[in-house]
């Protein structure tokens, strides 16, 4: 593992310079070059004498230019093996000294003035030890396509149940150190869910104030994403996030949390049915460029997550279909 290092003589001019970092940002990459460079930016811009950031990037053993792109910044570069990105999350865990910790994807990015409201909110709240907010999705240009997200505001206080049934994007969150401290990291284990993991585990241990501000940019992309990168098939890993998602679930999803089987099931219910578009419409990309075996092979594990939704999946593309062929 290779950390970038100041000379001394640079370290004590950044340290009359900067007061203690306020907030550290932790960024974890892997080959996004050509986006790295727009995240890292984009705290930059909000960072100023009262919310003073530093931004540490862990670096998946990336095999493009990103650590040349990364290195001609002001951040605290850290070199490691792949192994994913939970580990690369908690070596910047290791490495962060602020106040307060939060991360941001690669391929994602920070509004203007971000966090400003969060700040001022833990500071003058010590009953909260974490603060949440919305995001909003974007395309791969930075337009945004979509409301403020959750569209219905929390109230701030106890949000575990709240979390059970909206997935919060890691990035929305900042979270006192001390609180990360006591929950620990994300589980290395998980391919998928472990930032619901870990938001969980914060929401048992702490209050969490909400602040409905738009705290994230959130880059989302067609299901040709993975399939193009590093040659590997869309539907194998999101199968396997699927699997990851349902452990994190039954983990926390339980009737006694929830005091009723029924509420429980129906919160596993509507986990599951989002996994349903990304199979359908990788089935139907497949069907497009010929390969028959591997759309059969999608829609076979979209019926293994959910019939019910694949049944009303299929039922709303056939109602589109009709209605478009009746007002052509």
Avoid at 188 to 200: F, I, K, T, V, Y
């Amino acid at each position: 593992m290779i950390i970038a290092q100041m000379s001394p003589i640079a370290h004590e001019a950044m340290k009359e310079k900067h007061p203690p970092p306020l907030i550290s940002v932790i960024i974890p990459t892997r080959n996004r070059a050509a986006l790295i460079q727009q995240a890292i930016e984009s705290v930059i811009a909000c960072c100023n004498d009262m919310l003073h950031a530093e931004i540490i990037v862990v670096d998946d053993s990336s095999t493009d230019t990103t650590e040349s792109i990364v290195r001609a910044y002001p951040v605290k570069y850290i070199r490691g093996p792949a192994e994913g990105v939970s580990i690369a999350r908690n070596t910047g865990l290791k490495e962060a000294t602020g106040r307060y910790i939060t991360f941001l994807d690669d391929d994602d990015a920070w509004p203007e003035h971000n966090l400003t409201r969060q700040v001022k909110l833990l500071e003058e709240n010590p009953q909260f030890g974490a603060v949440c907010s919305q995001v909003v999705l974007t395309d791969r240009n930075l337009t945004i396509n979509s409301s403020p997200y959750p569209t219905q505001p929390f109230q701030s206080g106890w949000m575990f149940q709240d979390f059970l049934r909206y997935i919060p994007q890691v990035g929305s969150l900042l979270v006192r150190r001390e609180v990360v401290d006591a929950v620990g990291g994300f589980e290395r284990s998980l391919q998928g869910g472990e930032d619901w993991d870990w938001a969980l585990r914060i929401a048992r241990y702490c209050q969490i104030g909400f602040v409905p501000e738009v705290a994230l940019l959130w880059r989302m992309y067609g299901v040709t994403r993975i399939d193009i990168t590093e040659n590997k098939r869309y539907e194998d890993i999101a199968w396997r996030r699927y699997k990851d998602v349902m452990r994190v679930a039954h983990r926390h999803i339980t009737s006694d949390s929830l005091k009723s089987w029924i509420k429980a099931e129906r919160i596993i219910l509507k986990h599951k049915g989002h996994y349903i578009p990304l199979f359908m419409d990788c089935s139907t990309q497949y069907i497009k460029n010929g390969d028959i075996k591997r759309s059969l092979r999608c829609c076979w594990m979209a019926l293994r997550v959910s019939p019910p939704h694949v049944a009303s999946y299929v039922a709303r593309t056939i109602g589109k279909q009709l209605r478009k062929a009746i007002n052509c």
